[in-house]
């Protein structure tokens, strides 16, 4: 049973920098696709990021591809998510999950997720 575990998130003003981190444990994190999603209050859970299992393939929002970047560390079973020039609108709590196979966007896709962790921007 793969557990995920994130952390990282916290309060920032607009224009600061964080690092989400998702600990993986009770499998070896290189079997899975990593992927960090976001849920607004009233809105639905959408795609930032994924990376293979690996770390080679990694695929971003477009939304978030300039600002954002998703890297691994298998050897310590850790993946992260580095937030540059956060806006208000970054405001949520961000969730990583995993799958078996490659990276993909969709929700559906992933068996596993963390707790989440909260992200509050402010102006």
């Known amino acids: 049973q793969v557990r995920l575990e994130e952390s990282g998130g916290g309060m920032a003003q607009a224009g600061d920098s964080l690092r989400l981190s998702c600990a993986i444990s009770?499998?070896?994190?290189?079997?899975?696709?990593m992927g960090w999603f976001r849920q607004a209050p009233g809105k639905e859970r959408e795609f930032v990021a994924a990376?293979?299992?690996?770390?080679?393939?990694?695929h971003y929002a477009d939304s978030m591809k300039d600002r954002s970047t998703i890297f691994r560390l298998n050897a310590k079973n850790t993946v992260f998510l580095h937030l540059n020039s956060l806006e208000p609108e970054d405001t949520a709590t961000y969730y990583c999950?995993?799958?078996?196979?490659?990276?993909?966007?969709?929700?559906?896709?992933?068996?596993?997720w963390g707790q989440g962790t909260q992200v509050t921007v402010s102006s």
């Open positions: 999950a995993a799958r078996s196979w490659g990276p993909d966007p969709r929700v559906m896709k992933y068996d596993y």
């Open positions: 009770g499998s070896t994190s290189g079997d899975y696709t």
């Open positions: 990376i293979s299992g690996g770390g080679d393939d990694r």
